[in-house]
């Protein structure tokens, strides 16, 4: 390696460097989601990943792919992306994601966009992370962190979707309230018993 290719490296400048932006929407994006969320066409994908997070934990084959999180302070699931649904829905689905937790009392502390260029491909990830509110549990003096820190990341490979991971991360300190279990927000997400309106 060249002395100006080590410096370029050292000082951040490669041209393989990750790129960081804030995350937007396109006016046509929007008008398409708030369609696709008036048909009620995620209830294709909702149910049955909410199906496929309880079989897994039962250890029993699901039609959807899903990856359990379980550490301390640390709980989620990962959802597969799979052809029958389509990268569209997909997207969609991330976002309603994020809209159904901010329906929970959360705010949405960011929401950015990373593009990671490796030497055989690129990941692109969309990230939102959200927060619960600076308020203290009724009746105590407790910040009230609600299920925790909630991030929601999309990842894509060479633009090809490939997961959407959806992860709390909790406090265990004296300041804070207990959190809330991970499986109640999810099942508030994903609303298995969601009926079609029409």
């Not at 369609?35 to 995620?42: C, I, N």
């Not at 709390?168 to 994903?190: G, I, R």
Request: glycine residues 6%; charged residues 20%.
């Amino acid at each position: 390696m060249s002395f100006n290719e080590f410096y370029k490296r050292l000082l951040g400048l490669s041209k393989n460097a990750p790129t960081c932006s804030t995350l937007t929407r396109s006016g046509k994006y929007g008008e398409g989601y708030q369609e696709w969320v008036a048909a009620q066409l995620y209830l294709n994908w909702t149910i049955p990943f909410f199906k496929a997070y309880h079989y897994k934990k039962a250890t029993l084959p699901a039609s959807l792919r899903v990856q359990l999180i379980q550490e301390e302070h640390f709980n989620g699931a990962v959802f597969f992306y799979d052809p029958s649904i389509g990268a569209g829905n997909f997207c969609y689905l991330f976002d309603l994601f994020k809209d159904r937790i901010l329906e929970n009392g959360y705010t949405l502390h960011s929401c950015d966009k990373l593009e990671v260029r490796h030497e055989r491909y690129t990941e692109q990830v969309e990230k939102h992370l959200l927060t619960p509110p600076a308020s203290d549990l009724p009746g105590t003096s407790l910040c009230n962190q609600l299920y925790g820190n909630v991030l929601l990341d999309y990842i894509k490979v060479n633009k090809h979707p490939g997961y959407i991971r959806f992860v709390a991360n909790t406090y265990n300190d004296a300041y804070f309230s207990k959190p809330l279990p991970f499986e109640e927000l999810l099942e508030k997400v994903l609303q298995p018993t969601e009926k079609k309106r029409y």
